[in-house]
């Protein structure tokens, strides 16, 4: 059964401390893509990976970091430099990542992450 | 930057009603996708419309890329209970290495 997995579903963390987010896929997707989504405010991008071993920074990708060492992993670390932490993650996978033609982003069902 | 604004934010209808979402961007997109996201769940791909003034159907839903590719709508007819959710859009500004960016969403809630 092919998809993506996130895993834990809810995370609590206390201040202070970095926190590993887990994804990974098996639809043998190039690209990969964190998301964070807070209420009203859609999906923002933090961080996407179009190949192995390479990633590029999204439109609030500070205080977070990104690691694609394999095709089917890409696990988001949100570090205590990120100030309001507290969100809804959601990870992505496309077939292709190379944006001469879009393909559908498939999401995994998500990581609720509460820093106490 | 570069914004992909989506009206209006909530929308509540009687069943039966039908139901249209809004999406407008300030620069031309290459392409435009429409996801759900069904409460508690995650964004679910619902189509991907890529020409100027393309029109798609998929059941009840009818999706519509301007002429001018800047801006999208989609329209609900008749909705159900079924299609209670968010609905985003997603655009890709039309340049090299941007990456896709996703309106803010309708929250869309049917009462019967």
């Known amino acids: 059964d092919g998809g993506i997995t996130q895993s834990p579903k809810y995370l609590f963390r206390k201040e202070g401390q970095n926190v590993t987010l887990s994804c990974e896929q098996n639809?043998?997707?190039?690209?990969m893509y964190w998301y964070r989504q807070d209420p009203g405010q859609g999906l923002r991008l933090i961080y996407y990976?179009?190949?192995?071993?390479?990633?590029q920074k999204g439109d609030i990708a500070e205080g977070y970091s990104v690691s694609r060492e394999k095709k089917e992993s890409f696990p988001l670390t949100v570090t205590s430099a990120q100030k309001n932490p507290t969100a809804f993650y959601l990870c992505?996978?496309?077939?292709?990542?190379?944006?001469?033609?879009?393909?559908?982003?498939?999401f995994g069902p998500g990581t609720r992450l509460t820093v106490l | 930057g570069q914004q992909v604004m989506q009206i209006p934010q909530y929308q509540h209808v009687q069943e039966g009603e039908d139901f249209t979402t809004y999406c407008n961007s300030s620069?031309?997109?290459?392409?435009i996708q429409w996801y759900k996201q069904r409460p508690g769940g995650h964004p679910v791909f619902l189509i991907q419309l890529v020409k100027s003034g393309e029109v798609k159907k998929q059941k009840r839903l009818t999706f519509q890329f301007g002429e001018a590719k800047k801006n999208s709508s989609l329209h609900i007819t008749a909705t159900q209970t079924t299609d209670v959710g968010t609905y985003f859009c997603?655009?890709?500004?039309?340049?090299?290495?941007?990456?896709?960016?996703f309106g803010k969403g309708t929250t869309l809630s049917v009462s019967s």
């Open positions: 990976s179009q190949i192995v071993n390479d990633f």
């Open positions: 620069t031309t997109l290459s392409n």
């Open positions: 992505a996978s496309s077939i292709d990542g190379r944006w001469v033609k879009d393909n559908e982003q498939f």
């Open positions: 639809l043998n997707h190039d690209a």
């Open positions: 997603a655009g890709r500004p039309n340049q090299a290495g941007t990456a896709l960016i």
